[in-house]
């Protein structure tokens, strides 16, 4: 199988911190996987009959591949979105779709599509300035966590405890950029500095863990410093995650669950997410669960167009438990 690897750093340029990268590698080597990490900038792509023909990389015709795995989640750019599209509609399979990546990365959208479906999801309401402190107060109140639309690794999430707090902060981004989206969604105090990470993969769970912030922090994020541990999964934090994924067109997932009295919320879903933090507590091996996934897929995927064609299909290697 090969396989690209779509990010913002090419193979020689990552650095160690970038974990989940290097398992990808280091587990295409051992499964005899051809893979690539590319750049979007390495790519041109041209709209033509001849669709074979249509992708560049670094100006030269190149040989496509099997499967597209995108790794850059809320970061998408136009750019890259209309690389994958392409991609997808010259036969590639992408682990996850441009639409789900491009509908997971508006965090107020994907409150939308939960909430419309009936899943238990945080009020969430969409700023606009002049911010009008006590309608928030009586639609959402205090403490109120405060979001960018597109944000991941726990960057652009802010809690203000008091109307103060979060009159100073409104200012400060009215100020500065007035025209930065925000989105205000209640703090579900169960769920202080802790939360869930539940990861997914073809419509199922194979992996929970719960993360707690470091002291003093409310954000439970692995990679600003806090801890992990593997949880239970119940069957309504499966129930949970796979109807988030499915709704959400997700192959692959992290959905994030928040903690309220005894049962849960579901706080947001990522396309790319990190799964560090999951290695370390769980007994999985992530990397290696995704080439197994995409096998069938491709398989799956190549019978489906060749009985299109009335073609032969090629035949199906199930590995491992996938």
Not at 27 to 56: M, N, Y
Not at 74 to 83: D, K, P
Not at 211 to 216: D, L, M, W
Not at 270 to 283: A, D, L, M, V
């Amino acid at each position: 199988m090969k396989a690209w690897l779509l990010f913002k750093e090419s193979a020689n340029r990552i650095s160690p911190e970038l974990y989940e990268i290097g398992r990808f590698i280091d587990a295409a080597a051992e499964d005899g996987i051809d893979l690539q990490v590319l750049r979007p900038e390495q790519f041109d792509l041209t709209v033509t009959r001849e669709d074979k023909r249509s992708i560049l990389i670094d100006g030269e015709s190149t040989v496509l591949p099997d499967v597209i795995i995108p790794r850059m989640g809320a970061g998408t750019t136009y750019f890259a979105l209309a690389i994958i599209r392409h991609l997808e509609r010259i036969g590639v399979y992408s682990l996850n779709s441009s639409r789900s990546i491009e509908t997971v990365r508006d965090k107020l959208f994907t409150q939308q599509i939960l909430a419309e479906n009936n899943l238990p999801v945080p009020r969430t309401m969409l700023v606009k300035f002049p911010i009008d402190v006590s309608l928030v107060e009586q639609q959402v109140g205090f403490p109120v966590v405060v979001k960018t639309l597109a944000g991941s690794q726990g960057s652009g999430v802010f809690l203000s405890e008091s109307k103060s707090s979060f009159r100073d902060l409104m200012q400060l981004i009215e100020a500065t950029n007035k025209n930065t989206n925000i989105i205000l969604q209640e703090f579900v105090e169960p769920t202080r500095g802790r939360d869930l990470r539940v990861l997914t993969l073809g419509g199922r769970v194979v992996a929970c863990m719960q993360r707690i912030a470091a002291e003093g922090d409310f954000k439970a994020n692995y990679s600003s410093g806090g801890s992990v541990e593997s949880f239970e999964v119940t069957p309504e934090i499966e129930w949970l995650a796979t109807q988030t994924s499915q709704l959400l067109n997700l192959d692959m997932g992290g959905i994030d669950l928040l903690f309220a009295g005894d049962h849960f919320k579901v706080c947001e879903a990522n396309s790319s997410s990190g799964f560090q933090g999951i290695e370390s507590c769980c007994n999985i091996d992530v990397a290696k669960e995704v080439y197994h996934f995409l096998r069938i897929r491709r398989g799956v995927f190549r019978k489906d167009a060749a009985e299109q064609n009335d073609e032969p299909a090629l035949p199906i290697h199930r590995i491992g438990n996938a």
